[in-house]
């Protein structure tokens, strides 16, 4: 039986590290890259076997052999702003292999002079590969940040077969508590 109130978590291997999966009221919460990860609280508790995280590892799985997975199955409750989860619903409608830029994602909500927050709701997503913040690359096709680094955000768009400008630079920023 699982408590709803509990975060559940896990960790998955995967070609960009080992990723920290967490579930809460049965509902993915956040998937976090190793350079990114939060310490495990004491509250939370680990499992193998909880529906959500299975169906987030196959489904990462399936991604990573190189199947067109859309994660459509994995029910999401990313916490944030409602301005926040507006930007990750409009990150979750940039198609596999396809990307965007941060201006277009701020025209896409209705607010062309929000990029810089825009950039800053895209740093925040709490549930990195399935909500697809690395398909934001600058106007010009260029690689930006990504709080996992830049070799997975790499790994990701090669991955997808999403063609990108690389300046080659590294940038990993702090992880704020958010659970």
């Known amino acids: 039986m699982t408590n709803t109130n509990t975060i559940y978590y896990c960790f998955h291997p995967s070609p960009v590290g080992k990723l920290l999966l967490l579930v ?6 956040g998937i976090e890259f190793e350079k990114e990860q939060h310490p495990i609280q ?9 529906p959500v995280l299975l169906a987030t590892k196959m489904a990462l799985d399936r991604y990573f052999n190189g199947e067109k997975e859309h994660f459509s199955n994995i029910p999401l409750a990313p916490q944030g702003t409602p301005f ?3 930007v990750w619903q409009a990150l979750l409608a940039i198609p596999y292999g396809q990307f965007s830029s941060y201006s277009a994602l ?3 909500i209705g607010n062309p002079k929000a990029v810089r927050a825009v950039g800053g709701a895209v740093g925040r997503n709490p549930i990195s590969i399935i909500i697809p913040c690395h398909r934001i690359l600058a106007k010009n096709s260029a690689l930006t940040g990504f709080g996992g680094g830049l070799p997975a955000k790499r790994y990701l768009l090669q991955q997808e077969n999403i063609a990108y400008l690389d300046r080659g630079i590294e940038y990993v920023k702090e992880k704020q508590q958010r659970y």
């Open 84 to 86: 926040q989860q507006q």
């Open 106 to 108: 701020a025209q896409q």
């Open 24 to 29: 809460k009221n049965n509902a993915l919460i």
């Open 42 to 50: 004491a509250a939370w508790q680990q499992s193998d076997t909880q």
